[in-house]
């Protein structure tokens, strides 16, 4: 899938295994990238659904403030470009506030319609 549809078919064996190499390096990051994004986001709803119970506001700016200094001096130690790490940092922090809106809409409408807590009784 990775090499045949790309149309480097025909090239030096040699290239191709350089190729094949690197690309092997770059799926494994890949993996990582989301594995690492996906135990973010764990973290993320927990502070959503704690925000929401305490009637916190969704998104925090100056905690955003924070975080893109920090990572824009981490990218320019580590050689990559600054300004594109801020944009990733803003467009994941954009799609957890979208999380943290609704899960604070679910926790409002939960509480209108059953103000006091009560559990629902049982069936059996
Ligand atoms: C996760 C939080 O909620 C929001 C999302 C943030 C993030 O994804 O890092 C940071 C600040 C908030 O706008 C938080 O307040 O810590």
């Known amino acids: 899938m990775t090499t045949s549809s790309t149309g480097t078919k025909d090239v030096d064996p040699a290239v191709r295994e350089e190729l094949d190499r690197l690309?092997?390096?770059?799926?494994?990051?890949?993996?990582?990238?989301?594995?690492?994004?996906?135990?973010?986001?764990?973290?993320?709803?927990?502070?959503?659904?704690?925000?929401?119970?305490?009637?916190?506001p969704p998104a925090d700016p100056a905690r955003e403030a924070r975080q893109i200094t920090r990572l824009r001096t981490l990218a320019e130690n580590a050689k990559l470009d600054p300004a594109f790490a801020e944009k990733f940092l803003?467009?994941?922090?954009?799609?957890?506030?979208?999380?943290?809106?609704?899960?604070?809409?679910?926790?409002?409408?939960?509480?209108?319609?059953?103000?006091?807590?009560?559990?629902?009784?049982?069936?059996?």
Do not use: W, Y
Request: net charge negative; proline share 4%; hydrophobic share 35%.
């Open 90 to 124: 803003n467009f994941i922090i954009a799609e957890v506030i979208r999380h943290h809106e609704r899960i604070a809409d679910d926790t409002t409408k939960s509480s209108v319609s059953n103000p006091t807590g009560t559990p629902a009784p049982t069936t059996d």
């Open 23 to 56: 690309r092997d390096s770059i799926d494994n990051i890949d993996a990582a990238v989301v594995h690492m994004l996906a135990e973010r986001f764990k973290c993320t709803q927990q502070v959503g659904r704690l925000k929401a119970e305490h009637r916190l």
